[in-house]
């Protein structure tokens, strides 16, 4: 049975975001309903209202999200209703060329729900990153449900979910941070933050967090960051980072901005055979121009990071089992708990620098 509850859609673009009753079917045979407990409200979902993302209107919000399975289709083997379970937004398809290569990270094939969730009038949604969970209950591919603990805080695991595995994962993942190892990363809001933690949880000695708002920086000190570089209060970000490392530069740099000039930085920040991470995500306008020679004579290697290039099955449980035994402070990243009515006032907040993250929390 169908059955209908409360989300929050974004029905055209920059129209304020609207609670309404959202259809829910019935699981198809690898679909699972999730009764969601927490989502994080991501800039990703800020950017689907105001068409940054495509013009599929209309979009059901959301996607950092923890909650209970409560439904499994007929063919369902991955999970078990009553399992406390982490979504993710790349449900590996375990055939496509990268996954039979065995490196599914890069999959090109993920999976979603075989369903699409509707309003009453049978209008379908667009569900934000193939999960949509800024909603009572949703529904997904089982491939996107990872079982973790489930003594764990919904509003902590959720954030797994996006933007704090993507600054995690460029870290440790992409980057290959190591022991001992200097990074610097700029931009720090969420993801740019998890980053930094990411790079603490490696062993890098060395952790430099580069950003223009002073607030920003705390987080970053909080999270993990040795060493800050207020970009507005110096001349050259390259040169602050180099005066920090024997004139060097660091082993690996971490853009979480994602923009020409902040990857020119991250590029020229970094020692000879060092590493650029780019997580930050660029808008098709962007234009990058630089001598071609630099990229010969500097060495080393120049990377992108999808989602932290994760495993949700291999990264979600054990992140958070580190969490749980005191080793990553992902509860630092939830700065204020909202209700699902909240949406519109947390992009506000997102807007004005003054959140890592708001969670909303649905009570069931
Ligand atoms: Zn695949
Ligand atoms: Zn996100």
């Known amino acids: 049975m169908s059955q209908t509850v409360k989300g929050v859609i974004s029905r055209s ?3 304020p975001t609207e609670l309404v009753d959202v259809v829910v079917p019935d699981p198809g045979p690898n679909d699972v309903v999730v ?18 993302i495509n013009d599929e209107y209309p979009f059901l919000l959301g996607h950092e ?3 209970i399975v409560e439904a499994i289709g007929s063919d369902v083997t991955h999970v078990e209703v009553g399992d406390f379970v982490v979504l993710n937004w790349r449900a590996v398809c375990g055939e496509c060329r990268a996954c039979k290569r065995g490196k599914p990270w890069y999959c090109f094939d993920t999976h979603n729900a075989s369903k699409s969730m509707t309003l009453t ?9 193939g999960i949509g969970a800024f909603i009572e209950k949703t529904l997904v591919h089982e491939g996107q449900c990872t079982k973790v603990n489930p003594e764990t ?3 902590v695991a959720g954030l797994l979910g ?16 190591g022991r001992g190892d200097s990074v610097a990363v700029i931009g720090c809001g969420g993801v740019g933050d998890a980053a930094i933690a990411g790079a603490r949880l490696a062993g890098a000695t060395k952790i430099i967090a580069i ?36 004139g060097f530069g660091v082993d690996v740099v971490v853009d979480a901005v994602g923009r020409p000039e902040t990857w020119k930085e991250a590029f020229y920040a970094r020692d000879l055979a060092g590493t650029v991470v780019l997580v930050g995500v660029p808008t098709p306008e962007m234009k990058l121009e630089m001598p071609l020679v630099d990229f ?3 060495g080393g290697s120049l990377k992108s990071s999808w989602y932290g290039d994760c495993l949700p099955e291999r990264d979600f449980p054990m992140l958070i089992d580190l969490y749980e035994q005191g080793r990553l402070p992902l509860d630092k990243f939830v700065t204020e708990r909202v209700g699902l009515g909240d949406v519109e006032a947390a992009f506000e907040a997102m807007k004005g620098g003054k959140v890592l993250r708001s969670v909303v929390e649905l009570k069931s």
């Open 296 to 298: 010969f004579s500097r």
């Open 13 to 15: 673009k920059g129209a």
């Open 35 to 52: 009764d969601i407990q927490a989502c994080g409200v991501c800039h990703t979902d800020l950017a689907y209202k105001e068409g940054g």
């Open 211 to 246: 950003d223009r708002d002073p607030a920003k920086l705390q987080w970053a000190t909080e999270l993990g960051a040795t060493h800050t570089i207020n970009g507005a209060e110096v001349d050259d970000v390259v040169t602050a980072v180099q005066d920090l490392t024997d």
């Open 162 to 177: 996006c933007g704090v595995m993507a600054g995690l994962g460029a870290a440790m993942n992409t980057g290959n941070v």
């Open 153 to 155: 805080d919904p509003a």
């Open 121 to 129: 009038d049978g209008t379908e949604l667009t569900a934000a990153l």
């Open 65 to 67: 999200a923890a909650g």
